[in-house]
């Protein structure tokens, strides 16, 4: 059993990179994300909880968040009050998760590691988008 505590555990990931992107700035936070993860029955799907947040701290509820192994979606979900989403997968592999709403810059996070059975976690903080950004006329 994955034990709850976990989520309380949850770091921001270390290095941050603005990029140029399609529809304007990304915040890349980690080219490799370090996640926290947790044993379970290898039969068990991969949990993977998305933390995101405002650039306080605060929690952000509403968030659309989008998983990727390489070009091919895994998933969508979209955070709740507590600005977390928990998603079930049934893969092992390496994603990117990407947070996006508009007036925030787009964040994400590359290369996190899921595994069926394991219990992952990342954070995902956004910062308002400048008034000149195009993110916050989408």
Request: zero cysteines.
């Amino acid at each position: 059993m994955i034990v709850p505590l976990l989520v309380a555990a949850l770091l921001v990931v270390s290095s941050s990179v603005t990029t140029a992107a399609a529809g304007g700035r990304v915040n890349l936070l980690a080219k490799e994300v370090r996640s926290i993860r947790a044993s379970g029955e290898q039969s068990d799907p991969a949990l993977f909880l998305v933390y995101v947040t405002d650039h306080h701290g605060s929690p952000l509820d509403g968030i659309e968040l989008s998983l990727a192994e390489g070009s091919q979606s895994r998933g969508r979900a979209t955070t709740k009050r507590d600005g977390t989403a928990l998603l079930r997968l049934t893969m092992t592999g390496h994603l990117t998760v990407r947070a996006a709403h508009v007036g925030f810059v787009t964040a994400e996070a590359r290369r996190v590691f899921v595994q069926m059975g394991h219990f992952t976690a990342v954070a995902l903080p956004l910062e308002v988008a400048e008034g000149d950004d195009p993110i916050t006329s989408r």
